[in-house]
């Protein structure tokens, strides 16, 4: 496996961890559960350990992917420049889920005030990974690149037009 791989593999976990552990976490209010918004802590703490090799990874896969038709500087750092934003946030979401985590575990009165920021401090990185998953994506994949889809489809048109002479 190459860095590319790793950065693959790696780069997924913390975006759909943070998606799952905020759904979890919302779930846990609905049925007033404590031990379900604990599930929601320890998976924003995992999706914040994930995003570690995520990031080391970044820079290998940049080198393989850098030199290919279609791949733009831009593109890269504009990845780039979300995901080091994306570290230090969701960092900060393992962090208070950490402290949100003890201070229930400790009955803490502070307990419920932790929960509240924890969701909010999650939410934001929710949408935050929203766009360092959709910049990643946009360097490989034309397709979701503003005004490639729709050229394509004209063009795909004007194809099968042809195919009818």
Not at 8 to 31: A, C, D, E, Q
Not at 105 to 123: R, S
Not at 148 to 153: E, K, M, N, R
Request: net charge negative.
């Amino acid at each position: 496996m190459n860095q590319a791989h790793l950065h693959l593999l790696f780069n997924h976990l913390p975006i759909l961890g943070t998606l799952f552990g905020l759904l979890i976490l919302v779930s846990g209010y609905f049925v007033k559960s404590n031990a379900v918004k604990r599930t929601a802590l320890g998976i924003f703490m995992l999706s914040a350990l994930c995003t570690i090799p995520a990031f080391l990874t970044g820079e290998g896969a940049e080198e393989m992917v850098e030199s290919l038709p279609g791949v733009t500087e831009n593109l890269i750092e504009t990845h780039a420049d979300m995901a080091d934003i994306f570290l230090w946030v969701v960092g900060a979401l393992g962090l208070f889920s950490l402290a949100t985590f003890y201070a229930d575990l400790k009955a803490q009165k502070i307990a419920p005030v932790l929960y509240g920021i924890t969701l909010a401090v999650a939410i934001g990185t929710m949408a935050l990974a929203q766009q360092v998953g959709a910049t990643g994506g946009k360097i490989r994949h034309t397709e979701i690149r503003n005004g490639v889809a729709t050229a394509g489809a004209g063009n795909m048109e004007n194809n099968n037009e042809e195919d009818d002479d």
